[in-house]
């Protein structure tokens, strides 16, 4: 499930903690240690269980990714690299939108090119 390269994207990136829901399998993977992280609540609002990860994404349907969502100081940027998976990369930051959003993009992609190298 997970690609050979994605600690190496995780650290290029410097994302201390990640999520990766498998859809079909409703599996939840924590990479990284959530106590890196100032409040773990986003955590678990996110990719608590089976049914937390299926209402993400429900909630995902329609909309441009990557979602940020933000608690604190601790964001998570919500990327769908694959039909059945997603992934959340939870960071500290004190980045304005703008700066987010150019981020986000970035780490969108590397995600998405972390996947898709590991379908190959």
Not at 44 to 73: H, M, Y
């Amino acid at each position: 499930m997970i690609p050979e390269t994605f600690n190496d994207v995780l650290e290029t990136l410097n994302v201390p903690l990640a999520a990766i829901a498998d859809l079909g399998s409703g599996e939840v993977q924590i990479i990284g240690a959530p106590e890196v992280v100032d409040n773990t609540d986003l955590i678990s609002t996110l990719f608590a269980d089976k049914e937390t990860v299926e209402s993400l994404n429900r909630s995902l349907e329609g909309q441009i990714l990557p979602r940020a969502w933000s608690q604190g100081k601790v964001s998570c940027i919500v990327c769908k690299p694959t039909v059945e998976t997603i992934v959340g990369l939870f960071v500290m930051d004190d980045l304005d939108a703008v700066q987010q959003y150019h981020w986000s993009k970035k780490a969108n992609e590397a995600i998405r090119l972390s996947f898709s190298d590991s379908a190959s």
